[in-house]
């Protein structure tokens, strides 16, 4: 099974989805997810990334989930407001009960699904409560 072996390299498994990588332009204007160019000044943008970090905005949980996330309902889906600026949404692997406005987060790197038949795991970033 030859396509069971081509696995994407280090890097790319490394800053694709094991980080938070958006950009940032010289005028200090961050984004994420990234942006080539800045709209603010116009300037081409460098990778930067980020903490993933931040405090809950608001949230929502989910009761009926979809096909494939069966076994996690219900859970919290939140808008998180990084500590760099920009937001993000994302699920919160504490309780529904646990998951309050303004609580602080700390991102987690998590499997989501696996294709069995294709041999391939799919990660993804998830978030969890600081205490
Ligand atoms: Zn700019």
Redesign the pocket.
């Known amino acids: 099974m030859p396509h069971r072996t081509a696995v994407a390299p280090e890097w790319r498994l490394k800053e694709g989805r094991y980080n938070l990588v958006g950009s940032k332009?010289?005028?200090?204007?961050l984004y994420f997810p990234a942006r080539m160019y800045?709209p603010?000044?116009?300037?081409e943008?460098t990778p930067h990334k980020f903490s993933g970090k931040g405090e809950i905005v608001t949230y929502t949980v989910i009761r009926s989930a979809p096909a494939g996330f069966e076994e996690y309902a219900p859970y919290a889906v939140a808008i998180i407001k990084l500590q760099e600026g920009p937001m993000i949404s994302g699920q919160i692997v504490n309780s529904p009960e646990e998951v309050k406005v303004g609580k602080r987060v700390t991102p987690i790197f998590r499997k989501l699904t696996e294709d069995g038949e294709a041999g391939i795991i799919h990660y993804g970033i998830k978030f969890e409560l600081e205490e």
């Open positions: 332009c010289a005028c200090g204007s800045c603010a000044c116009k300037k943008t």
